[in-house]
């Protein structure tokens, strides 16, 4: 799907990694003020909703692929219990929700497609999954969309997909028709 693969020139993108650094450097900063207003028995939970592609693999400015770039995303918690240090856990944001209820002392919803993060964060060592499974959707963008003022129809030349990362690789089916919806078995 990517055959028209613009060379920018490295320069070209200098600048915005470095006003992404100094938004990193922010979040940084504010997420420190955070921790220092509240006390030990208080969850901080900080993350994001995608990453961002900013030239590599030969696409322009934006979100979207199936690529890490776009999918990886910060995930920091902190709180009563939680084991400090970086987890190997594979997750995805739909593990947020049963996560927090049981944090509140509530059993995580039998419907819930996700899975609580807590056993992971209580130790380090606890691996509940090795793989995990995404989508996009392509709709071509309207008028009103807020990231088509950021990256113009970078989005709409990312086709529909169904993916599954795995610690040992990425599986993309695309859906080459943009605007189609997701693949159908």
């Known amino acids: 799907w990517n055959v028209n693969m613009p060379q920018a020139p490295v320069r070209a993108y200098s600048g915005m990694r ?8 922010s979040v940084d900063r504010t997420l420190r003020k955070i ?3 509240v ?3 208080t969850y901080v939970v900080f993350t994001s909703d995608n990453g961002f592609h900013l030239g590599q693999l030969g ?8 690529y890490d770039t776009d999918v990886r995303v910060p995930l920091f918690v902190v709180g009563p219990g939680i084991e400090p240090g970086i987890r190997e ?15 509140a002392g509530l059993t995580p919803a039998g419907f819930r497609s996700g899975r609580s993060l807590v056993p992971s964060l209580l130790d380090a060592s606890v691996r509940q999954r090795s793989h995990v499974y995404f989508e996009h959707t392509s709709e071509p963008g ?8 950021r990256n113009g129809f970078e989005n709409d030349r990312i086709p529909s997909y169904l993916a599954v990362r795995g610690e040992e690789g ?11 919806g997701p693949p159908q078995y």
């Open 89 to 103: 856990e594979m997750t995805t944001n739909i593990d947020l929700a049963p996560t927090f209820e049981e944090f």
């Open 59 to 66: 696409l322009g400015e934006g979100k979207g692929t199936a």
């Open 39 to 41: 006390d030990d028995n």
């Open 35 to 37: 921790l220092a207003a």
């Open 142 to 149: 309207t008028k009103g969309d807020p990231d088509r003022v």
């Open 170 to 180: 990425l599986l993309i089916r695309n859906n080459l028709r943009v605007g189609a």
């Open 18 to 25: 470095q006003q992404r650094a100094q938004m990193v450097q």
